[in-house]
């Protein structure tokens, strides 16, 4: 039987989480992938199991091993982290379901936000950490990146989410 996790404050290790995204480019036939390389967060869990959170991503830490794509990805075109350093996700609420949870929120991308919601798998490791893994499509257009050179950008962006909390001083 899984631990529960403790009631109370809980912070995001970002050292041992990583928040990725992949799409399709050159007309369906490649997949980008890239990696934010700077993620912070914290969450709350209440003493009915009931759980609220903020994942805070540097825009600007994108790196897909291509230097002029990433530099690319950083302009206006898409992240435009001089002006929206920040991707932010809200989540109001996580619900419990039989094989892990739903995340309910809203994802905040250049300053556009939107309500979102995904299913999450919930591991625990004891009372010392929550690991939450998942995926959430999204449509880049949804967030004012409408740019697609020759339409080469094929279908939604996926994001990929392997976030690791730990219990704050207060809740440990």
């Known amino acids: 039987m899984a631990t529960q996790p403790t009631p109370g404050s809980w912070t ?14 050159i007309w369906g036939l490649v997949t980008v992938k890239g990696v934010f390389g700077a993620v912070q967060g914290a969450g709350e869990i209440g003493a009915d199991g009931s759980a609220t959170g903020r994942v805070l991503v540097d825009a600007a830490s994108i790196d ?3 230097g002029k794509r990433d530099k690319h990805l950083r302009s206006k075109d898409f992240f435009e982290v001089e002006t ?9 609420t996580v619900r419990p379901t039989s094989d892990g949870a739903v995340v309910e929120g ?4 250049r300053g556009i936000s939107r309500k979102i919601d995904f299913p999450v798998r919930v591991e625990t490791e004891g009372a010392d950490a929550v690991v939450l893994t998942g995926k959430v499509e999204i449509d880049r257009a949804d967030f004012g990146m409408t740019w697609n050179q ?4 094929k279908g939604p962006a996926t994001i990929d989410l392997a976030l690791r909390f ?6 440990a």
């Open 84 to 92: 929206h350093p920040q991707i932010v996700f809200e989540a109001a």
């Open 166 to 171: 730990t219990p704050t001083a207060a809740t």
């Open 106 to 109: 809203e994802l905040t991308v």
């Open 150 to 153: 020759l339409g080469m950008l």
């Open 64 to 66: 897909t091993k291509h």
């Open 12 to 25: 995001l290790d970002a050292a041992s989480s990583r928040v990725g995204l992949h799409h399709k480019t």
